[in-house]
C-alpha cells in the first residue's frame, strides 16, 4: 500500500469503528447511519439508488435486506466486519476499480477484477464430475508463486482472490499468511470445509480479510451423493463452529439437473441462514473433464427455474437473508461472460493462467509470463475482442450456451488443454454442449424479450475506437 492508501485505510478504519459501536447500541434506530455512511465511502463506486434502497429497507423490520446486516452486525466478530470493509470497500471497491479502468486503458486489454487460483491440485475428496480431483496430488504453487500472483494483481488493480482446487485449506497456513501480508485484499477460499477446526477459526478471525464458501448440494443424500460419504455432517459440523466462533462465511452450490429443486427450497435456504451463512454463490453445472456427465446439465426448464428463483430469493420482501448470485443466470447484470480478464481469470495448481475456471486451456504459464503478458496473449486477446459472445446475456458462455465461440478461439489461438492428467479436445468438450446449447436458445430468448433487463453500462472492445476502425474496415 502506498502511503495516501495507509492513511485513508486508517481514517476509514476509525469512521467504520465509530458507526459500529453506535448501531450496536440501537441497531433500530441507527441502521440508518451505517447506510449514510457506506455511501460515503462507496458513493462512486454502487449507484445512488442502491443507497436509496437500502435506506428503505432499514425503516422495514421484514427487509431481508435489513435482516441480513443485523444478522452480519450481531453474529460476526467486529474486527472481521472492520477489515473485511477494509478490504472490500477502500481496496477492492475505491483503489481497485480505478487502477482497473486506468490499466484497462493504458495496456489495451482485459483487466480481471477478480483472479482464481488453485494453491494446490490435491484433495481429500472425490466428488462426482469434479475435474479437481482428476488432476492427481502432486501440483501445488509455491507461496513465492501466490505471493508474486498477488503483488501482480495488486499492481494491475486487483484486490479480490478467490482459492479453488483441489482443497484449498490443504494449504491454510500459507493463505493465512498471504492474508496477513495484504490486508487491502478480501480473500475467499472455496471449501469442503472437512480441514476447518478452532485454530483456522482463530487465525480467520485475526486477519478479517478472508471468508469462506462452503461446498453444500441440498439434503444429506443429494449432498452426499456427489460429494462423498460424511459430506454432509462435516459441513454441518464446521458451520456449527464457524458461526459459534463468529466468523464470516457462506456457501457455494452447483446445481444439476438432479439437485436443482433441492438446493432452492425454502427448507435449505432457512437451514443455511439457520447455521449463519450469510451469502450462497451458485454455480450451473458443467460438463468439464473426461468423467463429466451431460446429462447433469440442467435442461431449460430448470434453467428458466434458477432465473426466476435467484431474483425472488433477492426480492426484499420475497426473499431470504442472504446475498445469493448465480453466475450463469446473472449474465444481464455483467454484461455477460465475464471470464477472459474481463472481471476475472483463473491459475491453476501448474501455473497455467486460464481464461475461466470451467475453461482448461491456455497460452500462457506464470512460469514463463507474467499477469499482464498474459493478458497480452493470443487466448486472452480473443476473450477481449470476442465479448459478449451473445448479446443476449442469459446465453452469455462461449462453451455451454455457445460452443461454437469456443471451438472458434481454440482454433484460432492454438491454446492448448491444461487438463493435467488427460488432455481435452476442444471439439470433446463442446460436443457435450451442443445439445443444451440447441435447446436452450429459443428459451432463453423469449425470456430475454419478456421482460426488461439492467444496463450494466460495461464498455466491450467493439465499443472502443480500435475496436470500431478494426470492425469497421471489415
Not at 431481508?64 to 478490504?87: G, P, Q, S, T, Y
Request: charged letters at 25%; a negative charge; glycine letters at 6%.
Amino acid at each position: 500500500m502506498t502511503v495516501k492508501e495507509k492513511a485513508q485505510r486508517a481514517g476509514a478504519a476509525v469512521i467504520i469503528d465509530r458507526v459500529l459501536k453506535y448501531v450496536k447500541k440501537d441497531p433500530d434506530k441507527n441502521f440508518i447511519t451505517l447506510v449514510d455512511k457506506a455511501e460515503a465511502l462507496l458513493g462512486n463506486v454502487f449507484p445512488t439508488k442502491n443507497f436509496e434502497k437500502l435506506r428503505e429497507g432499514a425503516k422495514d423490520p421484514n427487509n431481508i435486506w435489513r435482516k441480513l446486516a443485523f444478522n452480519i452486525i450481531d453474529e460476526v466478530d467486529h474486527d472481521v466486519i472492520k477489515k473485511m470493509l477494509l478490504a472490500f470497500g477502500v481496496g477492492a471497491g475505491v483503489n481497485g476499480v480505478k487502477t482497473v479502468r486506468e490499466n484497462r486503458e493504458k495496456y489495451h486489454c482485459n483487466i480481471p477484477w477478480i483472479i482464481l487460483l488453485d494453491p494446490t491440485s490435491a484433495c481429500n475428496r472425490k466428488c462426482k464430475g469434479c475435474w479437481s480431483a482428476e488432476y492427481g496430488y502432486k501440483q501445488s504453487l509455491s507461496y513465492y508463486e501466490l505471493e508474486s500472483i498477488v503483488n501482480q494483481g495488486v499492481d494491475m488493480g486487483t484486490h479480490f482472490y478467490m482459492f479453488t482446487g483441489g482443497e484449498p485449506l490443504l494449504r491454510k497456513n500459507d493463505i493465512i499468511k498471504l492474508c496477513e501480508n495484504h490486508p487491502d485484499c478480501v480473500f475467499l477460499c472455496y471449501t469442503n470445509a472437512d480441514l476447518v477446526d478452532d485454530a483456522f477459526c482463530e487465525d480467520m478471525k485475526r486477519v478479517g480479510n478472508i471468508t469462506l464458501a462452503i461446498s453444500i448440494e441440498g439434503t444429506p443424500e443429494s449432498n452426499d451423493a456427489r460429494r462423498g460419504e460424511g459430506s454432509y455432517a462435516s459441513v454441518m459440523a464446521a458451520m456449527d463452529l464457524l458461526h459459534a466462533k463468529k466468523c464470516l462465511f457462506g456457501i457455494s452450490v452447483c446445481y444439476t439437473s438432479d439437485n436443482v429443486e433441492t438446493v432452492t427450497s425454502d427448507e435449505f435456504m432457512d437451514l443455511m441462514v439457520s447455521k449463519g451463512a450469510r451469502f450462497g454463490l451458485y454455480f450451473n453445472y458443467m460438463p468439464v473433464g473426461r468423467d463429466a456427465v451431460p446429462e447433469l446439465i440442467p435442461t431449460p426448464e430448470q434453467r428458466t427455474h434458477m432465473y426466476n428463483w435467484v431474483r425472488r430469493v433477492r426480492n426484499s420482501k420475497t426473499g431470504k437473508p442472504m446475498f445469493v448470485m448465480d453466475f450463469q443466470n446473472d449474465g444481464e447484470h455483467v454484461g455477460g461472460c465475464i471470464a477472459g480478464g474481463r472481471n476475472y481469470f483463473h491459475i491453476n495448481s501448474a501455473g497455467d493462467i486460464e481464461p475461466c475456471v470451467f475453461i482448461h486451456y491456455s497460452d500462457s504459464n506464470i512460469r514463463q509470463h507474467t499477469l499482464i503478458e498474459a493478458l497480452k496473449r493470443p487466448l486472452f486477446q480473443a476473450y477481449w475482442k470476442g465479448q459478449p459472445f451473445n448479446d443476449n446475456h442469459l446465453r452469455p458462455c462461449p462453451m455451454l450456451e455457445n460452443p461454437d465461440c469456443l471451438r472458434k478461439i481454440i482454433k484460432d489461438t492454438g491454446a492448448k488443454s491444461t487438463d493435467l492428467l488427460a488432455p481435452e479436445d476442444v471439439e470433446t468438450l463442446c460436443s457435450r454442449c451442443d445439445k443444451f446449447a440447441a435447446e436452450w436458445a429459443p428459451v432463453a430468448q423469449q425470456l430475454w424479450e419478456s421482460r426488461e433487463h439492467p444496463n450494466p453500462k460495461t464498455q466491450y472492445y467493439r465499443d472502443t475506437p480500435e475496436g470500431k476502425a478494426e470492425l469497421g474496415e471489415k
